[in-house]
């Protein structure tokens, strides 16, 4: 089956301006998940959606950064505007809807590598 | 909330040699462990798994590791490393929270195979 898909790769911007980042999940998967890794550390969740709504968005920077699941497919990440410190690999990940008994695992796309300056 | 701490940054062991790659937990009524590992240049892959029953999992290339409840640890280890396996290795846990899983994950060991 085909992985989770992610684009660009790579994209280098500078400060202030936007950027959108775009994600197409495993097939029948219903949640979908950003992650920001900035270089050293560890996936940090920005935002989590079950089908088109937001389970989890507590950790997403709300004045700068928006995500979207419209159709409950595909998704976009947005940031309005880039700050030097934005500089990280976005992660998309999708699982199958979790129950209360079940933990599925996280498949993860490629990322996209981006560069503020 | 949960947390996870990965003791190492770094580790460089030569080839062929033993290696264990620590990772502490915080405590949880329900804990479920993973380790994920990132190759250059990829995406993260499930390395293996701890969900319940047998507290030793072992993934397909040789790794293993421990789930240790009385000292909050999911160490990984293998007896025998190979060149493939350079790669930056990420432990995590999850919790289940109103219906929605939640991934933490530690800051990653970057380890490194020397010939």
């Known amino acids: 089956e085909a992985g989770v898909a992610q684009s660009p790769r790579y994209k280098i911007i500078e400060k202030r301006q936007s950027v959108a980042f775009w994600c197409n999940p495993i097939?029948?998967?219903?949640?979908l998940y950003w992650y920001q890794q900035i270089l050293g550390q560890g996936p940090k969740l920005l935002i989590q959606?079950?089908?088109?709504?937001?389970?989890?968005d507590s950790q997403l920077p709300k004045d700068r950064f928006s995500a979207e699941r419209l159709k409950g497919v595909d998704s976009t990440l947005k940031i309005q505007p880039a700050k030097l410190e934005d500089s990280a690999v976005y992660l998309c990940?999708?699982?199958?809807?979790?129950?209360?008994?079940?933990?599925?695992?996280?498949?993860f796309g490629p990322g996209t590598r981006l560069t503020v300056t | 909330a949960q947390s996870v701490t990965q003791l190492d940054s770094q580790v460089p062991v030569f080839e062929e040699a033993p290696v264990e790659l620590r990772c502490n937990y915080s405590?949880?009524?329900?804990?479920?462990l993973f380790w994920y590992v990132q190759y250059p240049n990829q995406g993260l892959q499930l390395l293996l798994k701890y969900l319940s029953g047998s507290t030793l999992v072992e993934s397909i290339n040789g790794f293993e590791a421990e789930f240790n409840k009385s000292q909050t640890s999911f160490h990984l280890r293998k007896p025998s490393v190979h060149i493939s396996d350079t790669a930056e290795y990420f432990c995590?846990?999850?919790?289940?929270?109103?219906?929605?899983?939640?991934?933490?994950f530690g800051q990653g060991t970057r380890l490194t195979i020397n010939p």
């Open positions: 405590s949880s009524v329900s804990v479920y």
């Open positions: 959606f079950q089908n088109n709504g937001v389970v989890d």
């Open positions: 990940a999708s699982s199958l809807a979790p129950r209360s008994t079940n933990i599925y695992e996280q498949y």
């Open positions: 995590a846990v999850s919790e289940v929270i109103q219906g929605a899983q939640k991934l933490v």
């Open positions: 097939s029948g998967h219903a949640t």
